[in-house]
């Protein structure tokens, strides 16, 4: 009932940044929580940040002081400031909305953006 369409991913040097965006749209009574997480080659899929409607943010421990997450609830929208890259960033990034609707919660995801960090 949610689709979430994400952008901003590519190639990027080590040290440098990149901006993610993900907006939501669809048929929703409200967005509960978003956020992002990630998949590299032969790893599990890691939670790298989220914030909730009420602005309680949470990051994965690799990730703290260098990614930023924030959130425009009027455009169901959320981004991933990611500052200080290092090539272990390297993943499929995935956008995540806990939504509710009519009495029951749901997650919806997204398509995952490729984030590569190289020289």
């Known amino acids: 009932q949610v689709q979430l369409v994400e952008s901003g991913g590519g190639l990027v040097q080590p040290g440098g940044s990149l901006r993610l965006s993900c907006a939501a749209s669809?048929?929703?009574?409200?967005?509960?929580?978003m956020g992002w997480y990630r998949q590299a080659p032969g790893k599990q899929r890691e939670l790298v940040a989220g914030?909730?409607?009420?602005?309680?943010?949470n990051y994965g421990d690799s990730v703290k002081d260098r990614f930023t997450i924030s959130r425009d609830n009027a455009k169901n929208t959320v981004y991933l400031q990611m500052n200080s890259m290092k090539p272990e960033d390297t993943a499929v990034y995935y956008c995540n909305a806990q939504y509710t609707l009519v009495s029951s919660t749901y997650d919806a995801w997204g398509q995952g953006t490729q984030v590569t960090v190289s020289s």
């Open positions: 669809g048929r929703f009574f409200s967005i509960t929580a």
């Open positions: 914030i909730t409607s009420g602005g309680r943010l």
